[in-house]
């Protein structure tokens, strides 16, 4: 192979460096996250998989810039993380619609921030929404929709401003098992047919084993990486695969003692 051939490699979007937080509660140090060293790369699909209280939103909104780091730093397309940024596109478990807006005003409000002209608006609504399955709603009113409906139209809200990296924190935990996973297969497609990268929350080891193409676990608190598990399984994912189990296996063993530590710190706050 010729030195031409060899294959570039690329930087990773966004970087993790000694991460570490600590909240000041009632003037009480309380260390959340700690020695947080991570790499994401350019479409990459990453999840975050670990107890109740580890740290898993805590890193997602350090990445967001809604929250300070306490050490270390981030870096997302070059830039040092400090503040939000359009760049970084955010979808909660609890989507806040505007419930006065219809269906495609609410994908396109950032745009109107940034003072697009209302057709433009209307050209990128109709645009996002068949990406997100939803054209025939663009009229309608949140609360007109489904659950699932209604995280559809945040993912397209949130990919209308054309981030780098999506961060989902636990985005399906309210919808039901069905929906849950026809969720997990449409997020799959939307990421398949776009450039961003995925950094997704949950503790939910199947959702995990489902959509990552690597899974990083994380302690009980004070959260750290215990292991980096990457996911190399078809998509799309088949739960009733034998190697998708081996894996499910695994991760319920690498979790079980975080579980049990975090559960144990819980009873004793109480
Ligand atoms: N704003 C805050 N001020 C003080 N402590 C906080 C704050 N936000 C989170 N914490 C604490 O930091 C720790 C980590 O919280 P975080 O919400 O990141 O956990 P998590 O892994 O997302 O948990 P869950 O799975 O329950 O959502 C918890 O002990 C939590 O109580
Ligand atoms: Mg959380």
């Known amino acids: ?12 979007l966004a970087t993790c460096t000694g991460v570490g937080k600590t909240w000041q509660t009632d003037g009480a140090p ?7 060293d991570l790499d994401i790369a350019r479409r990459e699909f990453v999840v975050f998989l670990g107890p109740s209280g580890c740290g898993k939103s805590t890193l997602l909104y350090l990445m967001a810039g809604l929250e ?12 040092e993380v400090t503040a939000p940024g359009t760049d970084r596109g955010l979808v909660f478990q609890d989507t806040s619609l505007f419930p006065w807006l219809s269906v495609g005003e609410n994908v396109t409000f950032g745009l109107k921030m940034q003072h697009m002209p209302k057709e433009a608006r209307r050209r990128v609504a ?8 939803l054209s025939e709603a663009i009229d309608k009113r949140p609360d007109q929709l489904s659950g699932g409906m209604r995280q559809r139209v945040a993912v ?3 990919l209308a401003l054309k981030p780098e990296v999506l ?44 959509l990552a193409d690597r899974i990083v676990v994380f302690t009980a608190r004070p959260g750290r990486i215990k292991t980096i598990i990457p996911v190399d399984l078809p998509r799309p994912r088949d739960t009733r695969n034998k190697a998708f189990h081996d894996l499910t296996d695994h991760l319920t063993d690498l979790m079980r003692d975080e579980v049990d530590r975090a559960f144990a710190e819980q009873e004793r706050v109480r």
């Open 1 to 12: 192979m010729s030195l031409t051939e060899q294959p570039v490699m690329q930087p990773p």
């Open 30 to 36: 309380f260390v959340a996250l700690r020695d947080i």
């Open 68 to 79: 300070q780091v306490s050490e270390g730093r981030i870096v997302c397309g070059g830039a």
């Open 126 to 133: 109709q645009e996002i929404l068949e990406r997100v399955g």
């Open 156 to 158: 397209g809200r949130a």
């Open 167 to 210: 961060l989902l924190d636990e985005p399906f935990a309210a919808l039901d098992v069905q929906t849950r996973s026809k969720m997990q297969e449409f997020l799959t497609q939307v990421w398949q047919q776009s450039n961003v990268s995925m950094v997704f929350v949950t503790h939910d080891i199947d959702e995990a084993v489902s």
